[in-house]
């Protein structure tokens, strides 16, 4: 993260330097949680993109692979973070 960016802002470029992909960022959702005596956040974001891109992470980049996930086929997360994520599921498309 740069000094005065916000995260969204950090994500959208990160995505774009790591990927190629431009996103729009629709939602945010926190999850808060203590593991170990330390304070972890994890910041879900609601994102939008057009038409079908392919995800194809660059040679100099930090991203090995990188994959498209269904929301009911997401890999383990932390409750909740989970958590979060549904909620902002339940509020946006139910």
Known sequence: MERGEQSSDTLRRELFEETGIVLSVEDRADAVYVQEN????DHIYVLRC?????LRPTKRGEI???????????PPLQ?????ALSRVVAERWT
Do not use: M, T
């Open 64 to 74: 090995a692979d990188a994959a498209w996930y269904a929301i009911d086929d997401l």
């Open 38 to 41: 330390r304070r972890h956040i």
């Open 79 to 83: 409750r909740e973070a989970h958590e």
């Open 50 to 54: 057009s038409g079908n891109p392919s």
